[in-house]
């Protein structure tokens, strides 16, 4: 009856990273559903007036696909959705719902960022780790105004992503707004197809192991679990986990990976307006290394991310440093409708296992460090820093052990 746990990535993935899942409408419509309709005969009345108006008089009325009934039908329902002012509950045809499943096994067609909705403003979540998005400088907390000279200021994430969305190697225009620049920015990028490897492993000064995610997917925890195997046979003294610029993904995937640090308790609390809607996952007992661990994280590090490092932070696993996270923790829930349609409904809020909650917050590290990421580690002050406090984690272990 319920799909599984699924968790937004901060809003809209360009090419669309979604995630959210938890009850399934039911398929079978009772006899006397009239009743429940939310809306009065008269109103009813207006909606097919207003359909017979524009079929009657508009001036391209009677060109081809100008006048769809599935069309308005959807137009109607995106409206009915968007009513209520969330811009993580939203409505999703059936094709594109059918591709955010597919984006789900990480890889789609598109320029690789995630993006989500404030205040009728598009705000970059974060570019996804070497995508072309990454290549050309997008930032954590830039602001989507044109794309391709269309002002898009107002528009709901869906529609700027139908609007960044087209085929491999055609470029798109996006005109940016960045804090403490006073100019528009623009970027002239190329889509890609975007294959997302959700972790990587990178061996730094010998014995430290460097940990990337990049998002939660299908694949991460088995990618995880692999990857500190072969960090170990390499003789790893400690894990730097790097969870910058990590939009989220898929909630069931982060409390696999969390049970990768830490051996039972609870990974993250939810909390809603029915009884169904509020519950606590907990970590699995037995998978956790034992080796230190530092984190680190920034404004794009968010939704599942902030999950992760929220429980590191509370069960006192790791050190957690950076700045402070993007401050998405609602919990969307898929309903599925009849027609291959669905809705997605923000039915909870997270919070971390001290019961902090993260949605609108964002988490706040133990060592709070300024900067940006570099692709020269030797510059990149938040990973230096998380390099010091690891080797002090380290020695103090070996310390213990004598």
């Given at each position: 009856?319920?799909?599984?746990?699924?968790?937004?990535?901060?809003?809209?993935?360009?090419?669309?990273?979604?995630?959210?899942?938890?009850?399934?409408?039911?398929?079978?419509?009772?006899?006397?559903?009239?009743?429940?309709?939310?809306?009065?005969?008269?109103?009813?009345?207006?909606?097919?007036?207003?359909?017979?108006?524009l079929e009657t008089?508009?001036?391209?009325?009677?060109?081809?696909?100008?006048?769809d009934d599935t069309?308005?039908?959807?137009?109607?329902?995106?409206?009915?959705?968007?009513?209520?002012?969330?811009?993580?509950?939203?409505?999703?045809?059936?094709?594109?719902?059918?591709?955010?499943?597919?984006?789900?096994?990480?890889?789609?067609?598109?320029?690789?960022?995630?993006?989500?909705?404030?205040?009728?403003?598009?705000i970059v979540i974060?570019?996804?780790?070497?995508?072309?998005?990454?290549?050309?400088?997008?930032?954590?907390?830039?602001?989507?105004?044109?794309?391709?000279?269309?002002?898009?200021?107002?528009?709901?994430?869906?529609?700027?992503?139908?609007?960044?969305?087209?085929?491999?190697?055609?470029?798109?225009?996006?005109?940016?707004?960045?804090?403490?620049?006073?100019?528009?920015?623009?970027?002239?990028?190329?889509?890609?197809?975007?294959?997302?490897?959700?972790?990587?492993?990178?061996?730094?000064?010998?014995?430290?192991?460097?940990?990337?995610?990049?998002?939660?997917?299908?694949?991460?925890?088995?990618?995880?679990?692999?990857?500190?195997?072969?960090?170990?046979?390499?003789?790893?003294?400690?894990?730097?986990?790097?969870?910058?610029?990590?939009?989220?993904?898929?909630?069931?995937?982060?409390?696999?990976?969390?049970?990768?640090?830490?051996?039972?308790?609870?990974?993250?609390?939810?909390?809603?307006?029915?009884?169904?809607?509020?519950?606590?996952?907990?970590?699995?007992?037995?998978?956790?290394?034992?080796?230190?661990?530092?984190?680190?994280?920034?404004?794009?590090?968010?939704?599942?991310?902030?999950?992760?490092?929220?429980?590191?932070?509370?069960?006192?696993?790791?050190?957690?440093?950076?700045?402070?996270?993007?401050?998405?923790?609602?919990?969307?829930?898929?309903?599925?409708?009849?027609?291959?349609?669905?809705?997605?409904?923000?039915?909870?809020?997270?919070?971390?296992?001290?019961?902090?909650?993260?949605?609108?917050?964002?988490?706040?590290?133990?060592?709070?460090?300024?900067?940006?990421?570099?692709?020269?580690?030797?510059?990149?002050?938040?990973?230096?820093?998380?390099?010091?406090?690891?080797?002090?984690?380290?020695?103090?272990?070996?310390?213990?052990?004598?």
């Amino acid at each position: 009856m319920f799909n599984k746990y699924r968790d937004v990535a901060l809003g809209i993935v360009l090419g669309l990273m979604v995630a959210a899942g938890i009850y399934m409408t039911p398929q079978a419509i009772s006899a006397d559903w009239p009743k429940g309709l939310p809306f009065s005969s008269q109103q009813l009345a207006i909606i097919k007036q207003t359909k017979l108006a524009l079929e009657t008089y508009q001036v391209d009325g009677d060109k081809k696909g100008t006048i769809d009934d599935t069309k308005m039908y959807y137009g109607a329902m995106k409206g009915l959705v968007s009513s209520v002012g969330d811009p993580f509950t939203r409505f999703v045809e059936p094709k594109e719902l059918e591709e955010e499943n597919l984006e789900m096994e990480g890889e789609y067609g598109g320029l690789g960022i995630y993006i989500t909705s404030r205040d009728g403003r598009t705000i970059v979540i974060a570019p996804i780790e070497n995508t072309p998005a990454d290549r050309v400088g997008l930032k954590p907390l830039d602001e989507i105004v044109k794309v391709d000279e269309k002002n898009v200021i107002g528009m709901t994430s869906d529609e700027v992503v139908k609007l960044l969305r087209g085929p491999a190697g055609k470029s798109v225009k996006i005109g940016v707004r960045r804090k403490n620049e006073e100019k528009l920015l623009e970027f002239v990028i190329v889509r890609e197809i975007i294959k997302i490897k959700t972790v990587r492993l990178e061996m730094l000064g010998g014995r430290t192991a460097y940990i990337k995610i990049n998002q939660f997917n299908l694949k991460t925890d088995a990618e995880l679990e692999a990857i500190i195997k072969s960090a170990k046979a390499k003789k790893a003294t400690g894990i730097l986990l790097d969870l910058r610029n990590n939009p989220g993904g898929l909630l069931n995937s982060c409390v696999d990976v969390t049970s990768q640090f830490i051996s039972g308790g609870v990974v993250v609390g939810m909390k809603g307006r029915f009884e169904k809607a509020n519950d606590t996952l907990y970590a699995v007992e037995g998978r956790a290394t034992k080796l230190p661990v530092v984190a680190l994280v920034n404004e794009g590090s968010a939704s599942a991310a902030e999950i992760l490092a929220g429980a590191l932070k509370d069960h006192k696993r790791a050190t957690i440093v950076g700045k402070k996270t993007f401050g998405k923790g609602s919990v969307q829930s898929l309903f599925n409708l009849p027609d291959n349609s669905g809705i997605y409904i923000t039915i909870a809020r997270y919070t971390t296992p001290s019961g902090f909650v993260i949605d609108h917050k964002g988490l706040e590290p133990n060592v709070k460090v300024e900067g940006e990421i570099t692709k020269e580690k030797i510059n990149d002050k938040q990973l230096r820093k998380g390099l010091e406090i690891l080797r002090k984690e380290v020695a103090k272990k070996k310390k213990q052990a004598k």
